[in-house]
Protein backbone atom coordinates (compact mmCIF):
# COMPACT_ATOMS: atom_id res chain seq x y z
CA UNK A 1 0.00 0.00 0.00
CA UNK A 2 0.88 3.77 -0.88
CA UNK A 3 2.46 5.77 1.90
CA UNK A 4 0.53 8.53 3.49
CA UNK A 5 2.29 12.31 3.45
CA UNK A 6 4.41 13.12 6.67
CA UNK A 7 1.07 15.09 7.73
CA UNK A 8 -1.56 14.64 10.76
CA UNK A 9 -3.89 11.88 9.92
CA UNK A 10 -6.98 12.35 9.64
CA UNK A 11 -9.72 9.33 11.23
CA UNK A 12 -13.33 8.60 12.06
CA UNK A 13 -14.70 5.92 14.62
CA UNK A 14 -17.56 4.05 13.75
CA UNK A 15 -19.23 2.95 17.13
CA UNK A 16 -19.47 4.41 20.12
CA UNK A 17 -20.72 1.35 22.56
CA UNK A 18 -18.41 0.45 25.96
CA UNK A 19 -15.11 -1.24 24.15
CA UNK A 20 -14.64 1.86 22.12
CA UNK A 21 -14.06 4.36 24.57
CA UNK A 22 -10.52 2.44 25.20
CA UNK A 23 -10.24 3.15 21.23
CA UNK A 24 -10.78 7.02 21.93
CA UNK A 25 -8.52 7.77 24.98
CA UNK A 26 -5.59 5.83 22.89
CA UNK A 27 -6.02 7.80 19.89
CA UNK A 28 -6.00 11.19 21.60
CA UNK A 29 -2.78 9.96 23.40
CA UNK A 30 -1.25 8.88 19.57
CA UNK A 31 0.78 11.59 18.16
CA UNK A 32 -0.04 12.97 14.57
CA UNK A 33 -3.48 11.49 14.37
CA UNK A 34 -6.71 13.50 14.92
CA UNK A 35 -10.36 11.48 15.34
CA UNK A 36 -12.26 14.14 13.38
CA UNK A 37 -15.98 12.65 13.35
CA UNK A 38 -17.87 9.82 15.08
CA UNK A 39 -20.69 7.50 14.17
CA UNK A 40 -23.16 5.84 16.08
CA UNK A 41 -26.61 4.44 15.24
CA UNK A 42 -28.29 5.39 18.82
CA UNK A 43 -28.01 9.26 19.00
CA UNK A 44 -27.80 9.64 23.26
CA UNK A 45 -24.11 7.43 22.81
CA UNK A 46 -23.09 9.13 20.23
CA UNK A 47 -23.55 12.64 21.82
CA UNK A 48 -22.32 11.25 24.85
CA UNK A 49 -18.96 10.31 23.33
CA UNK A 50 -18.99 13.88 21.41
CA UNK A 51 -18.84 15.53 24.49
CA UNK A 52 -16.70 13.22 26.36
CA UNK A 53 -13.64 13.55 23.77
CA UNK A 54 -14.45 17.16 22.20
CA UNK A 55 -15.62 16.13 18.99
CA UNK A 56 -17.95 18.01 16.97
CA UNK A 57 -18.57 16.12 13.68
CA UNK A 58 -21.05 13.76 14.43
CA UNK A 59 -23.21 11.34 11.69
CA UNK A 60 -25.79 8.58 12.40
CA UNK A 61 -24.53 5.77 9.62
CA UNK A 62 -21.60 5.30 7.84
CA UNK A 63 -22.85 6.34 4.71
CA UNK A 64 -22.55 9.91 5.59
CA UNK A 65 -19.72 9.92 7.65
CA UNK A 66 -18.08 8.71 4.58
CA UNK A 67 -20.17 10.99 2.20
CA UNK A 68 -19.19 14.09 4.36
CA UNK A 69 -15.68 13.55 5.44
CA UNK A 70 -12.33 12.96 3.61
CA UNK A 71 -10.56 10.93 5.74
CA UNK A 72 -7.15 8.49 6.11
CA UNK A 73 -8.85 5.73 7.73
CA UNK A 74 -12.18 4.52 9.87
CA UNK A 75 -11.88 2.29 13.52
CA UNK A 76 -14.63 0.11 13.11
CA UNK A 77 -15.31 -0.58 16.73
CA UNK A 78 -19.15 -1.97 16.36
CA UNK A 79 -20.61 -5.81 16.81
CA UNK A 80 -19.32 -8.48 14.13
CA UNK A 81 -22.64 -8.82 11.93
CA UNK A 82 -21.99 -5.05 10.70
CA UNK A 83 -18.39 -6.30 9.61
CA UNK A 84 -19.26 -6.63 6.68
CA UNK A 85 -21.08 -4.29 5.51
CA UNK A 86 -19.15 -0.95 6.93
CA UNK A 87 -15.85 -2.29 5.78
CA UNK A 88 -17.23 -2.66 2.00
CA UNK A 89 -18.94 0.81 2.57
CA UNK A 90 -15.26 2.17 3.34
CA UNK A 91 -13.14 0.08 0.81
CA UNK A 92 -15.74 1.75 -1.72
CA UNK A 93 -14.61 5.29 -0.52
CA UNK A 94 -11.06 4.68 -0.63
CA UNK A 95 -10.69 4.74 3.13
CA UNK A 96 -8.24 2.60 5.18
CA UNK A 97 -9.97 0.75 8.28
CA UNK A 98 -9.34 -0.95 11.00
CA UNK A 99 -11.70 -3.54 12.19
CA UNK A 100 -12.87 -5.24 15.54
CA UNK A 101 -13.31 -8.76 16.24
CA UNK A 102 -14.31 -11.50 15.75
CA UNK A 103 -13.75 -10.14 12.30
CA UNK A 104 -16.56 -11.41 10.29
CA UNK A 105 -19.65 -13.72 10.85
CA UNK A 106 -18.31 -16.44 8.55
CA UNK A 107 -15.11 -17.71 6.68
CA UNK A 108 -16.85 -16.00 3.41
CA UNK A 109 -17.62 -12.92 5.19
CA UNK A 110 -14.01 -12.39 5.71
CA UNK A 111 -12.09 -13.60 2.55
CA UNK A 112 -14.96 -10.76 0.99
CA UNK A 113 -13.40 -7.91 3.19
CA UNK A 114 -9.95 -8.98 2.17
CA UNK A 115 -10.40 -9.35 -1.20
CA UNK A 116 -12.42 -6.10 -1.27
CA UNK A 117 -9.83 -3.61 0.26
CA UNK A 118 -7.14 -5.36 -1.58
CA UNK A 119 -8.69 -4.36 -5.06
CA UNK A 120 -10.03 -1.24 -3.86
CA UNK A 121 -5.92 -0.77 -2.69
CA UNK A 122 -7.38 0.58 0.91
CA UNK A 123 -5.25 -1.15 4.25
CA UNK A 124 -7.10 -3.42 6.04
CA UNK A 125 -6.20 -4.24 10.05
CA UNK A 126 -7.67 -6.32 12.84
CA UNK A 127 -8.12 -4.36 16.15
CA UNK A 128 -6.67 -7.99 17.41
CA UNK A 129 -5.09 -6.63 20.33
CA UNK A 130 -4.03 -9.67 23.13
CA UNK A 131 -0.62 -9.84 21.10
CA UNK A 132 -0.04 -6.26 21.88
CA UNK A 133 -0.54 -7.02 25.28
CA UNK A 134 3.06 -5.74 27.63
CA UNK A 135 3.65 -8.85 28.74
CA UNK A 136 2.81 -10.81 25.40
CA UNK A 137 5.22 -8.79 24.04
CA UNK A 138 8.01 -9.89 26.23
CA UNK A 139 7.33 -13.06 26.29
CA UNK A 140 7.60 -12.90 22.47
CA UNK A 141 10.61 -11.06 22.51
CA UNK A 142 12.35 -13.91 24.50
CA UNK A 143 11.29 -17.04 22.12
CA UNK A 144 12.23 -14.70 19.00
CA UNK A 145 15.57 -13.87 21.00
CA UNK A 146 16.22 -17.81 21.54
CA UNK A 147 16.30 -17.49 25.42
CA UNK A 148 14.92 -20.95 26.13
CA UNK A 149 16.11 -22.61 22.42
CA UNK A 150 13.56 -23.90 20.19
CA UNK A 151 10.35 -24.47 21.93
CA UNK A 152 8.66 -28.17 21.09
CA UNK A 153 5.53 -27.46 23.60
CA UNK A 154 3.45 -24.16 24.86
CA UNK A 155 0.34 -23.47 26.78
CA UNK A 156 -1.62 -20.31 26.45
CA UNK A 157 -4.25 -19.62 29.29
CA UNK A 158 -7.52 -17.43 30.44
CA UNK A 159 -9.36 -18.64 33.10
CA UNK A 160 -12.06 -16.53 35.20
CA UNK A 161 -15.25 -15.73 36.35
CA UNK A 162 -15.60 -12.08 35.61
CA UNK A 163 -18.54 -10.83 34.86
CA UNK A 164 -18.12 -9.69 30.74
CA UNK A 165 -22.25 -9.60 30.73
CA UNK A 166 -22.16 -5.88 33.02
CA UNK A 167 -20.46 -4.23 30.42
CA UNK A 168 -21.61 -6.33 27.39
CA UNK A 169 -24.27 -7.63 28.20
CA UNK A 170 -24.95 -8.87 24.30
CA UNK A 171 -22.54 -11.47 25.08
CA UNK A 172 -24.92 -13.67 27.05
CA UNK A 173 -27.08 -13.91 24.04
CA UNK A 174 -24.82 -15.00 21.58
CA UNK A 175 -24.92 -18.78 20.81
CA UNK A 176 -20.83 -19.00 19.79
CA UNK A 177 -19.31 -17.03 23.40
CA UNK A 178 -16.00 -18.15 24.71
CA UNK A 179 -14.24 -18.74 21.44
CA UNK A 180 -15.49 -15.93 19.11
CA UNK A 181 -15.13 -13.11 22.00
CA UNK A 182 -11.94 -14.11 23.97
CA UNK A 183 -10.89 -17.52 22.55
CA UNK A 184 -9.86 -15.70 19.45
CA UNK A 185 -7.48 -13.58 20.85
CA UNK A 186 -5.57 -16.52 22.67
CA UNK A 187 -5.58 -18.18 19.53
CA UNK A 188 -3.94 -15.54 17.66
CA UNK A 189 -1.32 -15.43 20.79
CA UNK A 190 -0.53 -18.70 20.02
CA UNK A 191 -0.24 -18.08 16.28
CA UNK A 192 1.81 -15.11 16.98
CA UNK A 193 4.47 -17.26 19.36
CA UNK A 194 4.75 -20.86 18.45
CA UNK A 195 3.90 -20.12 14.22
CA UNK A 196 1.03 -21.83 12.02
CA UNK A 197 -1.28 -24.46 12.90
CA UNK A 198 -1.42 -27.86 10.65
CA UNK A 199 -3.98 -30.05 12.79
CA UNK A 200 -6.38 -28.90 15.53
CA UNK A 201 -9.06 -30.38 18.18
CA UNK A 202 -11.14 -28.83 20.97
CA UNK A 203 -14.12 -29.70 23.02
CA UNK A 204 -17.00 -26.75 24.41
CA UNK A 205 -18.86 -26.66 27.73
CA UNK A 206 -21.58 -24.22 29.18
CA UNK A 207 -21.20 -24.36 32.76
CA UNK A 208 -23.15 -21.14 32.78
CA UNK A 209 -26.86 -21.47 32.54
CA UNK A 210 -27.86 -18.34 32.04
CA UNK A 211 -26.35 -17.55 28.72
CA UNK A 212 -26.38 -19.32 25.37
CA UNK A 213 -23.31 -20.04 24.66
CA UNK A 214 -20.17 -22.29 25.69
CA UNK A 215 -17.84 -20.41 28.39
CA UNK A 216 -15.23 -23.26 28.63
CA UNK A 217 -13.33 -24.64 25.53
CA UNK A 218 -9.97 -26.67 25.03
CA UNK A 219 -7.78 -26.61 22.40
CA UNK A 220 -4.91 -29.30 21.08
CA UNK A 221 -2.75 -27.75 18.58
CA UNK A 222 -0.26 -29.32 16.12
CA UNK A 223 1.89 -26.24 14.84
CA UNK A 224 3.86 -26.77 11.44
CA UNK A 225 6.84 -26.83 13.33
CA UNK A 226 5.87 -30.27 14.65
CA UNK A 227 5.72 -28.30 18.52
CA UNK A 228 1.92 -29.40 20.03
CA UNK A 229 0.10 -26.35 22.20
CA UNK A 230 -2.76 -25.97 24.16
CA UNK A 231 -5.30 -23.06 24.17
CA UNK A 232 -7.60 -23.37 27.23
CA UNK A 233 -10.30 -20.43 28.15
CA UNK A 234 -12.91 -19.87 30.99
CA UNK A 235 -15.26 -17.66 32.11
CA UNK A 236 -16.62 -20.19 34.89
CA UNK A 237 -13.27 -20.78 37.01
CA UNK A 238 -13.65 -19.53 40.32
CA UNK A 239 -10.08 -18.47 42.13
CA UNK A 240 -9.17 -17.56 44.98
CA UNK A 241 -7.47 -14.58 43.47
CA UNK A 242 -9.56 -13.23 40.37
CA UNK A 243 -6.92 -13.31 37.05
CA UNK A 244 -8.56 -11.49 35.10
CA UNK A 245 -7.92 -9.95 31.93
CA UNK A 246 -3.80 -12.11 32.65
CA UNK A 247 -3.31 -14.14 29.73
CA UNK A 248 -0.56 -16.95 31.88
CA UNK A 249 1.89 -18.73 29.31
CA UNK A 250 3.88 -21.71 29.57
CA UNK A 251 6.44 -22.67 26.94
CA UNK A 252 9.10 -25.59 27.17
CA UNK A 253 12.01 -25.43 24.54
CA UNK A 254 15.11 -27.47 24.03
CA UNK A 255 17.15 -25.14 26.25
CA UNK A 256 14.97 -24.16 29.16
CA UNK A 257 11.09 -23.15 29.65
CA UNK A 258 9.44 -19.81 29.90
CA UNK A 259 6.41 -18.98 32.71
CA UNK A 260 4.33 -16.12 32.52
CA UNK A 261 2.67 -15.95 35.49
CA UNK A 262 0.05 -14.34 37.32
CA UNK A 263 0.77 -10.92 38.66
CA UNK A 264 2.83 -10.09 35.42
CA UNK A 265 5.93 -11.96 36.28
CA UNK A 266 7.81 -13.92 33.31
CA UNK A 267 10.30 -16.43 34.95
CA UNK A 268 13.29 -17.40 32.48
CA UNK A 269 14.79 -20.76 33.62
CA UNK A 270 18.13 -21.97 31.07
CA UNK A 271 20.27 -25.01 30.79
CA UNK A 272 22.35 -25.50 33.75
CA UNK A 273 20.55 -23.48 36.54
CA UNK A 274 20.31 -19.91 35.24
CA UNK A 275 16.88 -18.57 35.64
CA UNK A 276 15.84 -14.72 35.23
CA UNK A 277 12.55 -13.01 36.77
CA UNK A 278 11.08 -10.48 35.13
CA UNK A 279 8.48 -8.33 36.51
CA UNK A 280 6.49 -7.57 33.05
CA UNK A 281 4.32 -5.09 34.68
CA UNK A 282 1.78 -3.15 31.25
CA UNK A 283 1.90 0.74 32.28
CA UNK A 284 -1.36 2.61 33.98
CA UNK A 285 -2.26 5.27 31.48
CA UNK A 286 -3.97 8.17 33.17
CA UNK A 287 -7.10 7.51 31.47
CA UNK A 288 -7.26 3.60 32.56
CA UNK A 289 -8.18 1.57 35.40
CA UNK A 290 -7.29 -1.55 36.90
CA UNK A 291 -7.99 -4.71 36.26
CA UNK A 292 -8.18 -3.54 32.63
CA UNK A 293 -4.77 -1.46 32.21
CA UNK A 294 -3.48 -4.55 30.57
CA UNK A 295 -6.10 -5.00 27.80
CA UNK A 296 -6.02 -0.61 27.51
CA UNK A 297 -2.06 -0.61 27.03
CA UNK A 298 -2.77 -2.68 24.26
CA UNK A 299 -5.30 -0.48 22.14
CA UNK A 300 -2.47 2.34 22.28
CA UNK A 301 0.14 -0.15 21.29
CA UNK A 302 -2.03 -1.86 18.35
CA UNK A 303 -3.62 1.52 17.14
CA UNK A 304 0.48 3.27 17.33
CA UNK A 305 1.18 -0.02 15.41
CA UNK A 306 -1.49 0.88 12.99
CA UNK A 307 -0.28 4.55 12.68
CA UNK A 308 2.88 3.45 11.60
CA UNK A 309 1.87 1.41 9.32
CA UNK A 310 0.01 3.90 7.57
CA UNK A 311 2.73 6.17 7.36
CA UNK A 312 5.72 3.30 5.63
CA UNK A 313 2.78 1.88 3.68
CA UNK A 314 3.63 -1.68 5.13
CA UNK A 315 1.42 -4.69 6.15
CA UNK A 316 0.44 -4.64 9.37
CA UNK A 317 0.77 -7.69 11.88
CA UNK A 318 -2.32 -8.17 12.24
CA UNK A 319 -4.07 -7.40 8.70
CA UNK A 320 -7.11 -9.19 7.20
CA UNK A 321 -5.30 -11.15 5.38
CA UNK A 322 -3.08 -12.16 8.41
CA UNK A 323 -6.35 -12.61 10.25
CA UNK A 324 -7.47 -14.94 8.07
CA UNK A 325 -5.36 -17.99 9.66
CA UNK A 326 -6.94 -17.32 13.05
CA UNK A 327 -10.40 -17.02 11.88
CA UNK A 328 -9.69 -20.44 9.96
CA UNK A 329 -8.65 -21.65 13.48
CA UNK A 330 -11.54 -20.39 15.38
CA UNK A 331 -13.97 -22.22 12.55
CA UNK A 332 -11.95 -25.40 12.76
CA UNK A 333 -12.46 -25.53 16.26
CA UNK A 334 -16.35 -25.06 16.36
CA UNK A 335 -16.32 -27.66 14.06
CA UNK A 336 -14.02 -30.02 16.25
CA UNK A 337 -16.20 -29.31 19.19
CA UNK A 338 -19.38 -30.10 17.27
CA UNK A 339 -17.92 -33.50 15.33
CA UNK A 340 -17.14 -34.79 19.59
CA UNK A 341 -13.35 -32.88 19.31
CA UNK A 342 -12.49 -34.99 15.85
CA UNK A 343 -9.08 -33.67 14.07
CA UNK A 344 -9.38 -30.94 11.67
CA UNK A 345 -6.34 -30.71 9.29
CA UNK A 346 -6.14 -26.50 8.57
Known amino acids: MPALPARRLRGALIGCGYFAQNHLHAWHQIDGVDIVALCDADPARLAASAARFGINRTYGSAEALLDAESLDFVDIATTVESHLHLVTLAARAKVACICQKPFAQSMEDARTMVATCLDAGV ?12 PIMAVREAVRHGEIG ?138 AQRPWH ?41 ASAAANQASQRI
Do not use: K
Request: negative net charge; glycine residues 6%.
Open 123 to 134: MLMVHENFRWQA
Open 150 to 287: TPFWGRVSFRSAYDVFSGQPYLATSERFILQDLGIHIIDIARCLFGEVSTLSASTLRVNPHICGEDVATLLMTHTSGMSSVVDCSYATLLPEERFPQTLIEIDGSEGTLRLDAGYRMTVHRRHGATRVVAVDPPLHPW
Open 294 to 334: NIQDSVVNIQAHWVDCLRSGTAPQTSGHDNLCTFALLEAAY
